[in-house]
């Protein structure tokens, strides 16, 4: 089924555009007829990516907006930015995150302050004044990107998990209070080959667990089409979406002994 275009003057932010997912996202969006705002800390490679894009498709502006999403304030920041330049978000696409892997007590307490602030504060606040901002215009989309890991405990990537539980339950209630005018939908990512376990410190998947890898492209393209289609929730790839189904199955504590075995070994 087609997706739903929702116009060439529609402006999108995709949050985390300068590689892997948010990447795929904005190319997505782009093909869509959408205008982007591409914000990460990275500005080359958004830079090259808004070149790509607008020559594939003259009738979209991009903007580019470096920011660190993990400092305090800055959601605020490039709200106002925006503001400033005119640009009123009928999509926000809150995707930038980062892991952190290892054991709790060998990880650098300022590091695991900067994920928590990027995967959970900086998202929570851009859903909060675009949202209000969608409201007064009577109509907007949120995309909220969790993870497979949301679903239950991770040992090995602990606080990263628990960061993504809370991105679905904050996703799904947000979807319930603030429909129908503006839709909120979260995505719930399995594992992609994209640049996240570098920059989780190294992050390596089990073995068996590569065979529900699909691409970022795909997994972006689910993720739009739910958001567009006013779910309040999807898991992409049919593998994890049979995961997710049989995980309430297995205790969470027999679940979370399962992956401490695993990160040990
Ligand atoms: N890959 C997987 O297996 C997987 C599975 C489930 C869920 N996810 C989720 O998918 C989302 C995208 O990750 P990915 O797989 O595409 O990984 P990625 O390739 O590492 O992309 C992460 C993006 O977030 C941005 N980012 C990181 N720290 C930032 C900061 N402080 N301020 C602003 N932007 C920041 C990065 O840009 P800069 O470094 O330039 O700032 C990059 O654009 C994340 O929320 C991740 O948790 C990934």
Same mark, same amino acid.
Request: charged share 15%.
């Given at each position: ?31 869509? #007829? ?36 993990? %400092? ?7 709200? *106002? +930015?925006? *503001? ?5 978000? @009928?999509? &926000? ?5 980062? #892991?952190?892997?290892?054991? &709790?007590?060998?990880?650098? +307490? ?7 602030? &990027? ?29 497979? @890991? @949301? ?5 090995? =990537? ?15 209630? =947000? ?11 979260? =995505?719930?990512?399995?594992?992609? *080959? ?16 590569? @065979?529900?890898?699909?691409?970022? *492209?795909?997994?972006?393209?689910? #993720? ?32 979370? %002994?399962?992956? +401490? %075995?695993?990160?040990?070994?």
């Amino acid at each position: 089924m087609p997706s739903r275009n929702l116009g060439t003057t529609r402006w999108a932010i995709v949050t985390g555009a300068s590689s892997g997912l948010g990447q795929s996202f904005a190319r997505s969006l782009a093909r869509r #007829g959408h205008s982007l705002v591409l914000v990460a800390r990275s500005w080359a490679p958004m830079r090259e990516l808004a070149t790509t894009l607008t020559t594939a498709h003259p009738g979209i502006a991009i903007h580019v907006e470096p920011m660190d999403l993990s %400092r305090p304030g800055a959601a605020p920041a490039l709200m *106002d +930015a925006l *503001d400033a330049a005119g640009i009123a978000p @009928a999509v &926000l696409i809150n995707n930038a995150g980062r #892991g952190l892997s290892g054991p &709790l007590l060998d990880q650098s +307490a300022s590091d695991l302050r900067d994920m928590i602030e &990027l995967n959970i504060v900086s998202l929570m606040e851009l859903s909060q004044l675009a949202g209000r901002a969608m409201r007064q215009r009577g109509e907007g989309h949120i995309l909220q990107v969790a993870s497979m @890991a @949301a679903l239950g405990p991770t040992p090995g =990537l602990a606080v990263y998990g628990a960061s993504k539980a809370f991105v679905r339950s904050f996703g799904e209630a =947000l979807h319930a209070e603030l429909a129908p005018v503006v839709t909120v939908t979260t =995505l719930m990512p399995g594992l992609m *080959d994209t640049g996240f376990g570098a920059a989780a410190g190294g992050y390596e998947a089990p073995g068996w667990a590569r @065979a529900t890898v699909i691409s970022p *492209d795909a997994a972006a393209e689910i #993720g739009l089409e739910a958001l567009f289609a006013r779910k309040s929730s999807v898991v992409s790839g049919r593998l994890n979406r049979l995961m997710a189904l049989l995980s309430p199955l297995s205790s969470r504590a027999g679940q979370a %002994r399962m992956l +401490a %075995r695993q990160m040990r070994a």
